[in-house]
């Protein structure tokens, strides 16, 4: 919602330049504050209350409640300033970090150490690149908004040189997570690159039409088959 806003205050969004303004189509802009607005004090009441609960051993998960709170504030009122200067991947993937970081917190009832950065940095990876994905696809109506995004800068073509090697680096990392821990389950989670591989070939050849949810689509059986892998060697182990 803040990025639909701040595109609209900034002139972004505008029937000249922009084709995809499906929300201010069906929004106004005074409605959408309203949303902005309840969302944040929802956030809020909630991590207040969370944070009653938290008393004696649990006392450490209150602050990591906070902080993960005051990272997705940070992260939704920043993304969009930093996308327009080329680093909104960066904020986007600071974002997934805090929000897989409170999860770690819940489920292994302690803060997150170097395991979770081992294992959470290739689901990082990989959704930023669907991210970058989608920044592609846009890649003509941001050069029209005046918007520098890093695959505005790069070009259509090296930004799907790019894109794809950052896939190449996803499941570089697959491997070797799989190999350290011994997991070898995990290398199941390949079976998506050929999908990929067709993926980025229709990108160099033109072809951008829901880019960014065909990478996911390419990408995300691995996705699932990585976490999945992952459970499994946590009970045999």
């Known amino acids: 919602m803040i990025n639909s806003y701040v595109d609209y205050v900034t002139g972004v969004d ?5 084709s995809d303004r499906t929300l201010f189509e ?4 005074s409605t959408l504050v309203k949303f902005i607005v309840f969302s944040v004090l929802v956030m809020s009441i909630l991590t207040h209350l969370l944070t009653r609960l938290c008393s004696g051993e649990t006392e450490w998960l209150g602050r990591m409640f906070v902080m993960s709170t005051l990272a997705s504030f940070f992260t939704s009122f920043a993304y ?4 327009y200067i080329a680093m909104g991947q960066i904020i986007y993937s600071f974002g997934i970090y805090g929000i ?17 950065f081992q294992l959470s940095t290739p689901v990082v990876l990989q959704l930023t690149t669907c991210l970058l994905a989608g920044y592609h696809r846009d890649i003509d109506e941001d050069k029209k908004a005046g918007i520098k995004t890093i695959c505005t800068i790069l070009g259509k073509s090296n ?3 790019f894109i794809g090697f950052l896939f190449f680096c996803y499941y570089l990392m697959l491997i070797f997570i799989s190999l350290y821990f011994k997991n070898y389950l995990m290398l199941i989670t390949l079976i998506s690159v050929v999908d990929v591989y067709r993926l980025l070939k229709r990108g160099l050849n033109g072809s951008t039409q829901r880019f960014n949810f065909e990478a996911f689509r390419a990408s995300g059986p691995s996705y699932f088959l990585y976490i999945l892998s992952i459970l499994i060697h946590g009970k045999i182990n």
Not at 14 to 18: C, E, L, M, N, Q
Not at 26 to 29: A, D, E, K
């Open 26 to 29: 069906r929004v106004s802009v």
């Open 14 to 18: 505008d029937p000249k330049t922009s």
């Open 100 to 116: 897989m970081s409170i999860y770690y917190c819940l489920f292994a009832n302690q803060p997150p150490d170097l395991l979770f």
């Open 80 to 83: 969009t300033h930093f996308k």
């Open 159 to 161: 930004s799907i040189y």
